[in-house]
């Protein structure tokens, strides 16, 4: 969903995204996930399923419209004639601070800001 938002924001002078942007999701820089993967290949003693993503949710309207001001793109457009899908998809990251409490995730628009 990100790079394909992305991809469609770049050049354009507006972006449209299929539903209302009412659903939420939890995003995780790709860095973030690498070092958090490392750090899990090389421990003892935890579970083989532990969520790896931050405890913030955000809006598909909120990531679109933070694609489009790094992009440039100067309009969102929504399609609500188009299925939102599933309201929330939320993992609980509870056993991970478990054994990471102070691990600092990159914000979702600095991270966009990184990878645009």
Known sequence: MVADLIRRARGASSLEVFGTGSPLRQFCFAPDLAKLILW???Q??????IALVPEEEHSIAQLAKTIADISGCKEVRFDPSKADGQYRKTM?????????????????EEGLRQSI
């Not at 003892?44 to 399923?49: F, L």
């Not at 990471?100 to 914000?107: A, G, H, I, V, Y």
């Open 40 to 42: 899990a290949l090389v």
């Open 44 to 49: 003892d003693g935890i579970p083989s399923c």
């Open 92 to 108: 609980d990251n509870k056993l991970l601070r478990s054994y990471l409490s102070n691990f600092k995730f990159t914000s979702l």
